[in-house]
Every structure is written in structure tokens, then in C-alpha cells.
């Protein structure tokens, strides 16, 4: 199957080194608002270099699109993508708001073609393997669950197109915070209300670096921290049971060694059973493709789509509909 790659910045690099490892597809075009960025990533993995997305979608032999570029044009590119009969693998968020999303979904749905969202995390070994730990009964009943996504940010970040709400759409909460969300969807399902407090603490621009959230539903509680000024990479991400206990430290990286515990909770209590999982290399982008690509050619559920996408946008939505008004959102 002929991919190709609408944007060639660092995660459009990373996407490339994946086809060509998986030997899943095979890249044959790429195209950036920069062209010297296409050309750069086109003479790296040996295919073509093309001088718009627009030009892109018109190769019949590319059959899947990837779309990696800023969140403003991530709903139309895909859209345009789906009319041209392409399955489409776009980055996380769908769009800068639930309204964008909202559109692709409808386009998905009217186009019949398989599309997946970038929620990597989902594929992160350690959340994988907490994941089956989970849906085993391993910490029986969850009750609540508890978040922090942050790094460091790095010097003229103000200047970044993150931080141009019109291009971003939104700050810290929008990066970060909706893979936290879409974790805590995955895990404790439809939250129905939210309470946000959504703040810029330190870059001197228009969108959030930090954002402070509890969502709830009938059954499960999660409050979860992001932030850019951090200053040092953490992920951590807690499960609570009402029989143990799952915590997930790291990705990798500058975010530290991928760290799974399971606790598990005595008939008399005291010091928990412990048993500690530990991993290596960061293979999340390589199961997400595969679970990708298999969508498409063995029909197999895909792990993180379209429904997804829209869900975490409207949660962010509401979040900072929250922060605004200063009062608990009623998701229903």
C-alpha cells in the first residue's frame, strides 16, 4: 500500500522510520508547507517530495495519508483526504475544537474509509500491559484515577505555532492533557462532568501552559496536571482499584525508564503485593501502525478512531468552558 505524509516535522520523521521498519506500506510521497523540510525527509526514505497536500492526494498509488501538520489544518487536509477515497492516519487533535472534529467524523462516516487518530499512548507497553492487567480484574472496581503529563518547554516556545491560539486552538491542554483524557476515557469510560482550571503561568502568550482537571462519572473520579513549565519530563499515570493498584511511570526516553507497578491490595491490608514491570525502547509507534495498517487490510478494530478524537475535543471543550465560567460543566 502506497503512504503518503502530509507534514514533515519531527512527527512526520518519526512516522516514516516506522513504515519503513514495519515494512507495513511503503512510503512513496511527502509534502510540507516547507518544501526544503519535504525534500530533506523524501531524500531520507528514498520517494518522492511533492509541493502540496493538495498535489499529494491527487496520486492514485497513495492509499493511505498521513497527516501530521498543526492542528488548524488537520480537519480539512483529512477531509480532503477521505473524498479522495484515501484512508487517513492523522496526529492528535482532531482539530483545534469538537466542531472540527465533529466534520471528520461526518466525513468518515459518509466515506466509509478507515481512519485512525494518534493517540500513542494507548500502545505505550506499560499501558498496554496495565490495560489487560485491568480488563483481568487485577485491581478490581476502579475508583479513581490520578495524572501528571509536563516537560520543561525550551527557549522562544512563545514563538511556536503552539502558542498562536489561531493555528494551536488551545495551550498545554490541548497537547498533552488530551492524551490524558483519551487514557482516562480508555480506562474509566464517558466522564459526565468536568471542573478545569486552565492557566498561563509563565509563557507570555494567549493559550494555557498549565491546566488543573477533575472529571468524574458515576463511578470513577480523575484529577490530572499538565503543564509546559514542568522544567523537568514527567509522566505518570495512576489506576486505583478497589483491590490494587496500577502505576505507570515514564515513556522512554527523556521522560525517564517505562515503569509499570501492580499492587495488589492483602484481605488484612498493610504493605501492598508488589510486582514491578520493566521496559525498554518505546515501541508505542510501531504498534500503532500495525494496529493501523491491520485495520485496513485485515478489518480489525482500530485502537483510537475518529469517535475518539471527537470525544477528547469535546472534553477539552468543556474544560475550558469550565475555567471560564469558574464552575463544574455538565457534559450531558
Not at 514533515?8 to 512513496?28: D, T
Not at 492528535?92 to 466509509?112: D, F
Not at 480489525?300 to 475518539?308: L, P, S, V, W
Amino acid at each position: 500500500m502506497g503512504v503518503g505524509i502530509v507534514g514533515a516535522g519531527l512527527i512526520g520523521w518519526r512516522r516514516a522510520e516506522v513504515i519503513k521498519a514495519s515494512k507495513k506500506g511503503k512510503l512513496l510521497v511527502v509534502t510540507d508547507a516547507d518544501f526544503e523540510k519535504a525534500k530533506k525527509l523524501a531524500e531520507k526514505y528514498n520517494c518522492q517530495a511533492c509541493q502540496s497536500w493538495s498535489d499529494l492526494l491527487k496520486k492514485e498509488d497513495v492509499k493511505i495519508v498521513i497527516v501530521a501538520v498543526p492542528n488548524k489544518f488537520a480537519a480539512p487536509i483529512s477531509i480532503a483526504a477521505l473524498k479522495k477515497n484515501k484512508h487517513v492516519f492523522c496526529e492528535k487533535p482532531l482539530g483545534r475544537n469538537a466542531n472540527e472534529a465533529k466534520k471528520v467524523l461526518t466525513a468518515v462516516k459518509k466515506y466509509k474509509k478507515v481512519f485512525k487518530v494518534g493517540f500513542n499512548h494507548r500502545f505505550h507497553a506499560a499501558v498496554a500491559q496495565a490495560k489487560k492487567i485491568f480488563d483481568e480484574g487485577g485491581i478490581g472496581k476502579l475508583m479513581f484515577i490520578r495524572a501528571r503529563y509536563g516537560y520543561g518547554g525550551r527557549f522562544g516556545m512563545e514563538k511556536e505555532w503552539r502558542m498562536d491560539k489561531n493555528i494551536s486552538g488551545g495551550g498545554e491542554l490541548l497537547d498533552q492533557g488530551v492524551h490524558i483524557i483519551d487514557l482516562v476515557r480508555w480506562f474509566g469510560g464517558e466522564p459526565k462532568k468536568v471542573y478545569g482550571l486552565v492557566q498561563t503561568k509563565f509563557w507570555q502568550t494567549q493559550v494555557d501552559d498549565n491546566a488543573f482537571v477533575i472529571m468524574s462519572n458515576d463511578n470513577v473520579t480523575a484529577e490530572f496536571h499538565v503543564s509546559s513549565t514542568n522544567w523537568k519530563n514527567i509522566f505518570s499515570f495512576e489506576i486505583f482499584g478497589d483491590k490494587g493498584y496500577l502505576e505507570i511511570s515514564g515513556k522512554g526516553g527523556s521522560y525517564g525508564e517505562e515503569i509499570l507497578i501492580w499492587g495488589r491490595r492483602r484481605k488484612k491490608f498493610g504493605v501492598p503485593k508488589i510486582k514491578i514491570f520493566k521496559f525498554g525502547k518505546d515501541i508505542s509507534w510501531e504498534r500503532e501502525w500495525l494496529n493501523f495498517f491491520n485495520g485496513i487490510v485485515k478489518k480489525t478494530k482500530i485502537n483510537g478512531d475518529t469517535n475518539d478524537g471527537y470525544a477528547a475535543n469535546k472534553i477539552v471543550e468543556a474544560i475550558y468552558k469550565s475555567a471560564i465560567m469558574k464552575k463544574v460543566v455538565d457534559l450531558n
